[in-house]
């Protein structure tokens, strides 16, 4: 994997949002949603990026696609790297930016609430193939979606419905069309099978680990939950109050060098009654307020681990591992 180009590499990435005054004069104030966060992205792998709610994920997500393409909301600082190419907003050409914009498609929790409830399923996703340059026509447009609804496991018909016809899941299905349509390379999913039901979860996972191969996608799969992220992942980002706290492949995030907040995510995964209890640690205390985070460590207030040295300095990621990073004061460092 080392030697491979990333498909998307984000270079200390941060956002920051300016608190409303409570008085005329305060000093300006900030949330610090998301802070000096870098991760590479490889072809055809999936990263997920788990967190608590309000530990930044979706603010990650955006700003990533704002610096690439979008460029609707500013990012206070950062580089966005795009099979090797730099690509801010400022200095990539409109053809660049139509093809960035076809290639990295951004899945939400919930699709129906940004698809138009008057205009019928099929024609809303059409609709971005024709502005794209995906279809020539309205036909061939048709023809294509008509596909796409069954390769996703929907019938034809569905083209003509309207939004609200449709269960959970069926929408999460026409989301995942939605950004299929325009032929995308690398998939945000954010928090996509949150709100499902446990069987209908199972169900869409599985769908997008299909259409990953069959259409050759990298994945950025963002959620709170551990125990479902990690049915997809290759490697996992764990993220607390905007930082990153972790990078570890799947398989070394059960092990011993984890971060003890990551411990923690892990071992409140609920497991099979038939399995021995591992112990849950129960963080104590409550997420501290991003607009003043913490000087030292990020974590250091609910940590089962801290000593006085965490709440004076905050530590670096470092190398723990084969692709394993850790942010912690007590991760020994690999020579
Ligand atoms: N538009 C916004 N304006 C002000 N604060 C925001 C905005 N969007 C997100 N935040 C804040 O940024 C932090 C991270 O939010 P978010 O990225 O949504 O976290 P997550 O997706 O992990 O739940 C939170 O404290 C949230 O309140
Ligand atoms: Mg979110």
């Given at each position: ?14 956002k ?47 700003a990533?696609?704002a610096r690439?393409?979008?460029a609707l909301t500013p990012v206070t600082a ?11 907003n ?246």
């Amino acid at each position: 994997m080392a030697e491979q180009t990333p498909i998307l590499q984000v270079e200390h990435l941060t956002k920051f949002f300016p608190v409303k005054k409570r008085k005329l004069i305060e000093p300006k104030r900030y949330v610090h949603a998301v802070e000096d966060v870098s991760f590479e992205l490889y072809p055809g792998e999936t990263l997920g990026i788990v967190g608590e709610s309000g530990s930044g994920k979706s603010t990650l997500a955006r700003a990533t696609l704002a610096r690439a393409i979008l460029a609707l909301t500013p990012v206070t600082a950062g580089n966005v790297f795009y099979e090797g190419q730099k690509v801010t907003n400022f200095r990539v050409s409109s053809a660049d930016k139509r093809r960035l914009r076809g290639d990295l498609q951004m899945i939400f929790q919930d699709p129906y609430a940004s698809l138009n409830p008057k205009i019928k399923i099929g024609e809303a996703i059409a609709e971005p193939m024709l502005n794209n340059g995906q279809a020539s026509g309205h036909k061939e447009a048709e023809e294509k979606v008509r596909h796409l609804l069954e390769t996703v496991g929907l019938r034809s018909e569905v083209y003509d419905r309207f939004p609200h016809e449709f269960s959970g899941g069926q929408r999460q299905r026409i989301g995942i069309v939605r950004a299929l349509a325009v032929n995308p390379k690398v998939l945000f999913c954010d928090e996509s099978v949150s709100a499902l039901d446990v069987s209908v979860q199972a169900q869409i996972l599985n769908l997008f680990n299909e259409l990953k191969e069959q259409f050759h996608l990298t994945y950025v799969f963002i959620g709170h939950d551990l125990a479902v992220i990690r049915y997809i992942s290759d490697r996992i980002l764990v993220m607390y109050l905007g930082k990153v706290m972790e990078i570890a492949p799947y398989d070394q995030l059960f092990g011993e060098h984890t971060h003890p907040y990551t411990q923690a995510l892990v071992s409140a995964i609920p497991e099979p009654s038939t399995a021995p209890r591992t112990q849950r640690i129960l963080l104590e205390g409550d997420i501290p307020s991003v607009v003043d985070p913490p000087k030292g460590c990020r974590f250091c207030q609910r940590c089962f681990r801290s000593q006085p040295q965490c709440f004076e300095e905050e530590p670096e990621l470092v190398r723990v591992g084969e692709g394993h990073f850790v942010r912690c004061h007590f991760a020994k460092e690999e020579g």
